[in-house]
């Protein structure tokens, strides 16, 4: 593992939190893992799936000017020789010459072997594209590649989209899915893995107008971020110097975040000029370019990339959302999460397991599950299991009393202050969904007041 930022989560507390509550557990694991390979378990399936969606929200359902688009993970070989990978996607490696191990020269730093310090090779080009066959007979002929992007199935599908949509300039297409690389350097849990998903927006514009849909979408991205709750201090932008540019780019941002193991790339953000058009014009011999309907003319539009990772996502709102605070129990652990990110919304939680309490709780849990995502929990102490939701990040637990049962009142009690206010049952849903929209606990609802109850 690489060093750890002072003042940060650690990762290995991280990792352990994942692995313990069931966000993240090592691929096929019973088999002693697959490097560089996650599994997501209950809690972090939810937590991707409402990274993905509030990212879908702000890239298609929000705009009048984006399009969705979920395009196979084989493609034909030829996208790889058009969009450069075949050639060009490698990173130069060298090898130590004692124990045999491979590392990216870019990242050796005195000229030895980072495990043994042996003498290393000459550095060699290493391909990260996963290779395999399709159909019965494994030759070159019938060789594939598992996409190492999502991007080239949205450049092969302009025409597609442009003529089933009538879209005019400038318009965007955005996809998320899975994506393959035959990584080198892995080893910071979900930083870098071989197998992962990413969400990428190609925005089609006119030339002249690039440098302006640049800047925009700089802008909105680095706020996507921190809109979902993401501590401002913790990301910053960053231009690519004129050498790290792809020979094609006219300018690159990498959107960074202070990850445990330092800055790094959260999402980078090009200005790719025309090239993939053209490169896919000239490979598949079909004419990609738009009819401009004003000036009559065919132009090869511009294309501006913002390109995420869902899973780095997941790291940074993760190391971003971690606290601890020292109770009279010890610590409290919390992840405080953005509402829209939590994986469970709300813990419907019966003050005991006293059957008395059974019917309402249960009437409460399958009211409001219908919903969204809901925890029944009655194993325990009231004050642990607010400290089990509280780790898992859960916004709301609703608390079910002998009272309740009398006058039809629950508490609501939040996650990050632990306040809590007493409202009627039938006011419950729609002050949960208030809430959960971003509404103050101290507004209350009819009927409503301020709780000083069980802590
Ligand atoms: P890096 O320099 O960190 O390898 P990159 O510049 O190769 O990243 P891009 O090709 O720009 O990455 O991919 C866009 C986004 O996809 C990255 O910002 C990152 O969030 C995500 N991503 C890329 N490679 C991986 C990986 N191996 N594991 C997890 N996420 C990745």
Redesign the pocket.
Known sequence: MTEQVPGKVDMDKLVSLCKRRGFIFPSSEIYGGLG?CYDYGPLGAELKNNVKKAWWKAAVQDRDDMVGLDASILMHPQTWVASGHVEGFADPLVECKQCHQRWRADHIKDGKCPACGGELTEPRMFNLMFKTFVGPVEDEASVVYLR??TAQGIFVNFQNVLNSTRRKLPFGIAQMGK?F?N?ITTGNF?????E???M?IEYFVKPGTDEQWFKHWVEQRFNWYSNLGIKKENLRLRQHTKDELAHYARDCY?IEYLFPIGW?????I?NRTDFDLKQHSQYSGKDLSYFDEETKEHIMPYVIEP???????VLAFLADSYDEEKDKEGLRVILRLHYALAPIKVAVLPLSRNEKLLPLSKEVYDSLRKCWMVQYDDAQSIGRRYRRQDEIGTPFCVTIDFQSVEDRQVTIRERDKMRQIRVPIEVLKATLEAKLCGESLEVLPPGGKKWLGFE
């Open positions: 560089a190492p992007e994506s690389r990584e979900i930083f870098r893995m071989r992962f998903e990413q990428e990498d790094s790339e959260l999402e980078g090009a390109s995420a990772g869902v899973d780095r996502s």
